[in-house]
């Protein structure tokens, strides 16, 4: 099992940003993605972003020209970085990092606050 921290959730004004942090405890081989989501209170976790060794990036709608995501070199570390947040963005962020199984890990998320 591959430990996920991730890190770098506060508390900020609308239009601030953020930049995340989601580190696996080690290097693996077979990592096929490090995957972004979050979820509000009485929602449902929704997707955001991910990113797969070779650098190829999805967006969920709702983020794109918003978020952009990067990764380390090694592929243990991924950075999803948040810009003109908003209320609505507010929420539990979560890392998942998915290995050939497939297999996936979840971080136990960081909190995000937007406020006026």
């Known amino acids: 099992q591959v430990q996920v921290v991730e890190s770098g959730g506060c508390s900020v004004q609308p239009g601030g940003s953020l930049r995340l942090s989601c580190a696996a405890s080690k290097s693996i081989v077979g990592i096929l993605a490090m995957a972004w989501y979050r979820q509000a209170p009485g929602k449902q976790r929704d997707f955001l972003v991910s990113i797969r060794p070779n650098g190829f990036t999805d967006y969920a709608d709702s983020v794109k020209g918003r978020f952009t995501i990067s990764k380390n070199v090694a592929f243990t570390t991924a950075y999803p970085q948040m810009n003109n947040l908003q209320p609505e963005d507010t929420a539990i962020y979560y890392c998942?990092?998915?290995?050939?199984?497939?297999?996936?890990?979840w971080g136990e998320g960081t909190k995000v606050t937007v406020y006026s």
């Open positions: 998942k990092v998915v290995r050939e199984g497939p297999l996936e890990d």
